[in-house]
């Protein structure tokens, strides 16, 4: 979509290229959104973890470094701005905002 629209953009690999624990607390805090938000409840790892989503931010980041399938995607990011790309129009109100 973003292409379509040619917004400039870059593409981060997430399972290629995990965000760390200190990217993923910059993220949340820029979402203004605890982990839990952004937590896939429903992913076979966090199942097997013993994970429920309910867990602090300082257990589940850890856990959303290690396994970044546990991360909801996409996630756009502009200067200080983030927002969770689901539905896809959040990505578009972010560059056009």
Do not use: C, W
Request: no cysteine; proline share 7%.
């Amino acid at each position: 979509m973003l292409n379509e629209r040619g917004v400039a953009h870059t593409y981060r690999e997430y399972t290629q290229e995990p965000l760390s624990e200190a990217e993923l607390r910059d993220v949340l805090s820029k979402l203004g959104l605890p982990a839990s938000a952004v937590f896939r409840k429903r992913e076979k790892v966090g199942k097997e973890l013993g994970l429920t989503g309910k867990e602090p931010d300082d257990v589940l980041i850890p856990h959303m470094a290690a396994h970044p399938r546990l991360l909801q995607r996409p996630i756009g990011v502009v200067g200080d701005q983030a927002v969770v790309g689901r539905p896809i129009e959040n990505l578009l109100e972010l560059v056009d905002g």
